[in-house]
């Protein structure tokens, strides 16, 4: 059952109502079920039946419920013991929901949910950068607890094409592999073993790990048999055609949503208001965030600049502590050199782990909001494919009313067939549509949400390495005072 | 004032001056105006016993002149083996004034806008004059410290100070073989001191510099934080922007600790480590001149061995007075020199424990402020 469920929910159908209210579990077996009633599936649907929640919580054996997911209730749900819930922006949008449902989102614990990802040996194997892929998980869809792989870096790109062809066309968030870099690679094609291959090499690295990170962080993708089959599998076929992912493909992305979005003009409703409001913020934060990322990339590189100077400066005074007779003073100075090298060291490295790691946090983000944007993007065309479906009703309606009026009642059946069709298509297109503007604007508000977090998590972290370290500071200015006093 | 002179000189505090007496602890610059196109400077001093306070402007020319004029003095004999207090170099024009050219006039002391770095550098070089057993005893320090009038622009000549050219002979007897080990030895010493210490006041500005970049750099980005933030109304959005008013608090607290680290560098171990600098360079014009004088000892000697009868004693004079104020020189030198070793050892335990004091307690101050904003943080997490 659990495989299927997976299924169905990609193809965007709902499963039978009838499964939803009647206890199933669709989780694995282990399930404990001395928790009480654990009753929901993940059900988008043109019904868009929704699921009772009953429970007081999510056990993470149901497989559909993973940290961060968001799950749409229904408001007569108890809503005891619920955490974390943010509710809809714009009340009007609701009103104009055919459902009228409203859709309240919250979070797992995050400590509920086990699968740990890491990627690590990054190395040279013939002209590309292949990595190992390790997971450790005590999730049931997986065969194993704890496996590695071996990837080389386009079959990451091979995954985010089938990822997205899957899935943007649903309105959901695809998130974008690292850049290729071909300045990057080539280096470590020519094998060049210099300080700046090999960070840009534990660059890769990271990026990629962050990649995948948040990658099993979304439902949909998790759940996904290509993403299952990347982490799993020994050998994975090459994957094509993957130079069109560059940046520059991103960038026409964001400049087509755009244009598009400005195109539907006839339906100036308040719900429309609001995917028009967010674009243009995110107009405002995409630049903002390359305003933060130039500005955080300037102190990395000041930083470095420091730290190059410091050494030579502490290496001076070595050599001016030796040169001095008086043995006091000489110790002094030495040992003086001594503390500068090693407190510029740990603040170097200090400030390396967090201002970079920072600047690739942006950097993601950055890529991420253009695959955000590529959502709006996909419910323009939903929304051209229904309005142009429309048109050809409308057609075929005035076809038959012209055939009404001639002497061939054969072919006024058939056009009658065909606008009972285009009637039906014209009804599809138009739940199309309404069901991936839900789902963009979910995913858009768990894409605010998952920014704030990771910011507010890499926040906490470099304020506890400052403090760390300037204590660390501290106390080796209080070993060397005694040292400088004693100086005769 | 960081270094202290007059704890450094074993000579009395106040000196006196036939009636004129300073304490050499109310010496003070306290400002650099920008009037017209010249930088006026504020010297107070107050005589002892008197308590009698002065105050006047005086210009760098005004310096300039008092530093030539405490070469003159022919009177004092071995003048020349004196180690001249460094009087630091001369402040540019102002107009074009970047820090580049900054620096490359006036090497670490360019580095501080406010020119405060510059006048502590000043009225150092005044405090070591005045307490110099002989210097301090020269009749100028009275129109310089009293007159309102500066002293200065007087057509002043060049004394024994100035390098006139750099002749080839002037390296040739820079090189010159010393008779005696002490000052070999000492020669030796200098020439690499000078080398070593000039290069790590180099690397000191470098590092001065970038922290004075970082502290400018940690303000752009969060003024570009604050951009970020405007009216939200979403929850999400209000929380990030939250977070990013509480980040640019904690990259000013970074930048204020690098402005403070940055100053202490220049203004504690940076002024001391000049200071070390220009004595030596200073040291090296006095071996010179005792050098040159050896120089003119020896060809004195020689003349004298080939003059003819009747020129002898004529020569004979010569090469004895040569000969006496050669041993004055390397008396006075002598003395000067050890002089010297002990003040740059002080100098040093003195600036070394104030910066490493003002250090611990930028850090101590930096560290209790950040634990405060992590608890608020942590608070503030524990809340939403």
């Known amino acids: 059952p659990g495989a299927s469920m997976a299924a169905s929910s990609q193809r965007g159908l709902a499963p039978s109502a009838g499964a939803a209210d009647h206890g199933q579990h669709p989780g694995a077996p282990g399930d404990d079920s001395d928790e009480g009633e654990d009753i929901f599936t993940y059900a988008v649907s043109s019904t868009l039946v929704l699921l009772r929640v009953h429970s007081h919580f999510f056990t993470v054996l149901n497989f559909f419920i993973f940290s961060d997911s968001t799950v749409e209730v229904s408001l007569d749900s108890p809503r005891n013991n619920r955490r974390n819930f943010t509710s809809l922006p714009p009340a009007s949008a609701v009103a104009t929901s055919k459902n009228g449902r409203e859709a309240l989102e919250w979070e797992e614990d995050e400590d509920k949910f086990?699968?740990?990802?890491?990627?690590?040996?990054?190395?040279?194997?013939?002209?590309?950068?292949?990595?190992?892929?390790?997971?450790?998980?005590?999730?049931?869809?997986?065969?194993?607890?704890?496996?590695?792989?071996?990837?080389?870096?386009?079959?990451?790109?091979?995954?985010?094409?089938?990822?997205?062809?899957?899935?943007?066309?649903?309105?959901?968030?695809?998130?974008?592999?690292?850049?290729?870099?071909?300045?990057?690679?080539?280096?470590?094609?020519?094998?060049?073993?210099?300080?700046?291959?090999?960070?840009?090499?534990?660059?890769?690295?990271a990026a990629l790990e962050r990649y995948l990170q948040r990658l099993v962080s979304y439902p949909y993708?998790?759940?996904?048999?290509?993403?299952?089959?990347?982490?799993?599998?020994?050998?994975?076929?090459?994957?094509?055609?993957?130079?069109?992912?560059?940046?520059?493909?991103?960038?026409?992305?964001?400049?087509?949503?755009?244009?598009?979005?400005?195109?539907?003009?006839?339906?100036?409703?308040?719900?429309?208001?609001?995917?028009?409001?967010?674009?243009?913020?995110?107009?405002?934060?995409?630049?903002?965030?390359?305003?933060?990322?130039?500005?955080?990339?300037?102190?990395?590189?000041?930083?470095?600049?420091?730290?190059?100077?410091?050494?030579?400066?502490?290496?001076?005074?070595?050599?001016?502590?030796?040169?001095?007779?008086?043995?006091?003073?000489?110790r002094a100075l030495v040992q003086l050199a001594e503390v500068e090298d090693r407190m510029e060291q740990l603040q170097q490295e200090q400030a390396t782990r967090d201002f970079y790691t920072f600047a690739e946090l942006l950097a993601d983000y950055i890529r991420l909001l253009a695959a955000v944007r590529g959502c709006f993007d996909q419910r323009v065309k939903a929304w051209q494919r229904w309005q142009d479906s429309q048109n050809i009703l409308q057609k075929k309606r005035e076809n038959e009313a012209r055939l009404l009026w001639s002497s061939k009642p054969d072919k006024l059946q058939q056009a009658k067939d065909e606008i009972a069709e285009w009637e039906a298509r014209v009804n599809h297109y138009g739940k199309d549509f309404e069901r991936i503007s839900a789902t963009v604007r979910k995913e858009v508000l768990r894409f605010e949400r998952e920014k704030a977090r990771d910011?507010?998590?890499?926040?906490?972290?470099?304020?506890?390495?400052?403090?760390?370290?300037?204590?660390?500071?501290?106390?080796?200015?209080?070993?060397?005072?005694?040292?400088?006093?004693?100086?005769? | 004032m960081v270094v202290s002179v007059s704890e450094m000189m074993d000579d009395a505090p106040e000196v006196s001056v036939s009636g004129f007496n300073l304490s050499v602890s109310s010496i003070k610059v306290t400002e650099a105006i920008k009037k017209e196109n010249s930088l006026v400077f504020v010297v107070g001093a107050q005589e002892f016993p008197s308590k009698k306070q002065h105050f006047v402007d005086r210009k760098f020319e005004d310096f300039e002149w008092l530093q030539q004029c405490l070469l003159m003095p022919d009177g004092i004999p071995g003048l020349q083996g004196i180690i001249f207090p460094p009087l630091p170099a001369k402040p540019c024009a102002f107009q074009s004034n970047t820090q580049e050219k900054m620096i490359k006039q006036l090497g670490l002391l360019?580095?501080?806008?406010?020119?405060?770095?510059?006048?502590?550098?000043?009225?150092?070089?005044?405090?070591?004059?005045?307490?110099?057993?002989?210097?301090?005893?020269?009749?100028?320090?009275?129109?310089?410290?009293?007159?309102?009038?500066?002293?200065?622009?007087?057509?002043?000549?060049?004394?024994?100070?100035?390098?006139?050219?750099?002749?080839?002979?002037?390296?040739?007897?820079?090189?010159?073989?010393?008779?005696?080990?002490?000052?070999?030895?000492?020669?030796?010493?200098?020439?690499?001191?000078?080398?070593?210490?000039?290069?790590?006041?180099?690397?000191?500005?470098?590092?001065?510099?970038?922290?004075?970049?970082?502290?400018?750099?940690?303000?752009?980005?969060?003024?570009?934080?604050?951009?970020?933030?405007?009216?939200?109304?979403?929850?999400?959005?209000?929380?990030?922007?939250?977070?990013?008013?509480?980040?640019?608090?904690?990259?000013?607290i970074v930048k204020k600790n690098f402005e403070c680290v940055a100053e202490n560098n220049l203004n504690i171990l940076g002024l001391g480590l000049d200071l070390v600098s220009r004595y030596e360079e200073s040291e090296k014009e006095m071996l010179f001149r005792r050098t040159c004088k050896l120089v003119e000892l020896e060809q004195n000697s020689k003349n004298l061995e080939k003059a003819k009868p009747a020129k002898k004693a004529n020569m004979e004079e010569i090469k004895k007075a040569s000969e006496k104020e050669f041993r004055h020189i390397s008396d006075i030198a002598r003395l000067e020199i050890q002089k010297l070793h002990r003040v740059r050892v002080e100098v040093f335990q003195q600036c070394l424990t104030s910066w490493c004091e003002k250090q611990l307690h930028a850090a101590r101050e930096t560290s209790s402020i950040l634990s405060q904003h992590l608890r608020a943080f942590k608070q503030l997490d524990s809340t939403e």
């Open chain 1, 114 to 205: 086990e699968l740990n990802i890491g990627v690590t040996n990054p190395e040279k194997v013939g002209l590309s950068l292949t990595v190992a892929v390790f997971a450790q998980t005590t999730l049931p869809i997986f065969k194993n607890r704890m496996f590695t792989v071996k990837r080389r870096f386009s079959d990451f790109l091979g995954l985010y094409q089938k990822l997205s062809l899957k899935h943007s066309q649903n309105g959901y968030i695809v998130p974008p592999p690292p850049e290729k870099s071909i300045l990057g690679m080539t280096k470590v094609k020519v094998g060049k073993e210099d300080q700046s291959s090999a960070e840009f090499v534990e660059r890769r690295r």
């Open chain 2, 110 to 252: 360019g580095l501080d806008d406010d020119w405060k770095t510059y006048c502590m550098a000043l009225e150092m070089y005044l405090q070591l004059v005045v307490s110099h057993t002989t210097l301090g005893k020269n009749q100028v320090l009275r129109s310089f410290f009293t007159q309102t009038q500066g002293p200065g622009g007087q057509a002043g000549r060049k004394g024994i100070l100035n390098r006139l050219s750099q002749a080839l002979e002037e390296i040739k007897k820079e090189n010159h073989q010393d008779v005696d080990e002490f000052f070999r030895n000492e020669r030796a010493s200098n020439s690499s001191l000078v080398r070593l210490t000039k290069a790590t006041t180099e690397r000191l500005i470098a590092v001065v510099r970038t922290q004075q970049n970082i502290a400018l750099a940690c303000g752009h980005f969060s003024t570009t934080l604050h951009l970020g933030v405007g009216p939200d109304e979403d929850p999400a959005a209000k929380t990030f922007s939250k977070l990013s008013l509480k980040l640019s608090e904690i990259i000013i």
């Open chain 1, 221 to 330: 993708i998790l759940q996904d048999p290509d993403l299952q089959e990347f982490l799993e599998k020994d050998e994975l076929p090459r994957a094509v055609s993957t130079q069109a992912l560059s940046g520059p493909g991103f960038k026409k992305m964001i400049n087509r949503a755009t244009d598009a979005v400005n195109k539907i003009t006839v339906k100036k409703d308040k719900s429309h208001a609001w995917f028009e409001e967010k674009l243009l913020e995110m107009d405002n934060e995409d630049q903002q965030l390359k305003r933060l990322h130039a500005a955080v990339d300037s102190l990395v590189m000041h930083r470095k600049e420091l730290s190059a100077n410091t050494g030579v400066f502490a290496k001076s005074l070595a050599l001016l502590g030796s040169l001095e007779d008086s043995t006091a003073l000489s």
């Open chain 1, 455 to 488: 910011y507010k998590a890499h926040i906490i972290k470099y304020l506890e390495s400052l403090l760390q370290s300037q204590q660390q500071v501290v106390k080796y200015w209080e070993a060397f005072l005694p040292e400088a006093k004693s100086i005769a």
